[in-house]
């Protein structure tokens, strides 16, 4: 199995930044590609960004530009840079991993807790 944590949530102002971390441990091997999702209250969970085994990044367009997806190997880290944030980015986020890429998609098999981000 995969664990996944989460963790740099928190509250900015609009306009502000965060990064988030997800660090992944176990059978790690199986979080070749990763993703972070998000879901607002009332809402659907969503794909925000992913990056698979050849580091290829995908980000849905309300976030291009402003988030930045990455991943250092060494640290069994994934990160999300997000800038420029804004009230509709208020959500919890997830960080996803598995062996296959599922880029955007809901399919994950490892699932983290959760980081809350509100912005104001």
């Known amino acids: 199995h995969v664990q996944l944590v989460e963790s740099g949530g928190g509250t900015v102002q609009a306009g502000g930044s965060l990064r988030l971390s997800c660090a992944a441990s176990?059978?790690?091997?199986?979080?070749?590609?990763m993703g972070w999702f998000r879901q607002a209250p009332g809402k659907e969970r969503e794909g925000v960004a992913a990056?698979?085994?050849?580091?290829?990044?995908r980000y849905v367009d309300s976030v291009k530009g402003r988030f930045a997806i990455s991943k250092d190997p060494a640290k069994n880290t994934l990160y999300l840079h997000m800038n420029d944030l804004k009230p509709e980015d208020t959500a919890m986020y997830f960080c996803?991993?598995?062996?296959?890429?599922?880029?955007?998609?809901?399919?994950?098999?490892?699932w983290g807790q959760g980081t809350q981000v509100t912005v104001s």
């Open positions: 176990g059978y790690t091997y199986r979080s070749r590609c």
């Open positions: 996803a991993a598995d062996f296959y890429a599922f880029n955007l998609g809901n399919f994950y098999n490892y």
């Open positions: 990056i698979d085994a050849l580091g290829i990044t």
